[in-house]
């Protein structure tokens, strides 16, 4: 087996920014999430609403793969998936994850960890009939993360269930769900010369939240 070697030391980029003080962060984490949301999609910035989501098995295991935020309100971030894939089953075992949004041309990430639980079927369903049909078509033909012989096997079944239902009207898979991930940590990075980054982090008080800015 070939030996990788590769030496990456030299492999960096500096930062450019205003920087973020405290005093002119929201008081609501999810309004600043706001803000810097809007700030990458007026910017028109590719795949401005993907983010890392990263779960962990019962014991212990991480893993961690990219998904698209579909819906961000003051209640938590929401998306959609196979339950029965890996993060579902994760999920189950273990209904804690967290988020990661990086904007490489703003400098900025945002880091987010909370309890995650399943948003109600009907919203499952309404969002299912918004896809693009080819998409319905092949969340309907996969059990995600179940091996198969081969492509051909998912291109076998998109094509039964095309047959099945020539008008396109396929139904939503009862596994096809949708999550919420209800905060209890944010972090907002800004990247800075030199490596002295940004970082503020918003914690839960009774009522409101606190904030801290945190060494880099």
Request: proline content about 6%; charged content about 30%; hydrophobic content about 40%.
């Amino acid at each position: 087996m070939q030996k990788l070697d590769m030496d990456l030391k030299d492999v960096r980029r500096d930062y450019e920014s205003q920087g973020i003080l405290r005093k002119d962060m929201d008081s609501d984490p999810f309004a600043q999430f706001g803000q810097w949301l809007q700030r990458a999609r007026d910017l028109e910035l590719l795949d401005a609403t993907a983010m890392t989501l990263a779960t962990c098995d019962a014991d212990g295991q991480p893993s961690a793969r990219i998904v698209l935020l579909k819906h961000v309100d003051s209640e938590g971030f929401c998306w959609y998936t196979d339950s029965r894939s890996q993060k579902g089953r994760e999920l189950v075992a273990n209904p804690r994850a967290a988020l990661l949004f990086h904007w490489r041309d703003l400098s900025r990430q945002v880091r987010v960890h909370g309890s995650v639980a399943p948003l109600p079927a009907e919203d499952a369903d309404k969002y299912f009939n918004l896809r693009p049909e080819g998409s319905r078509f092949s969340a309907a033909a996969s059990v995600q993360s179940a091996e198969v012989p081969g492509r051909s096997t998912l291109e076998d079944e998109v094509l039964r269930l095309r047959a099945a239902y020539p008008d396109g009207d396929v139904p939503r898979p009862a596994a096809w769900l949708g999550y919420r991930l209800v905060p209890d940590y944010f972090e907002f990075w800004q990247g800075q010369d030199n490596r002295l980054h940004d970082r503020i982090v918003y914690r839960p008080l009774a009522s409101g939240w606190q904030m801290a800015r945190l060494s880099p």
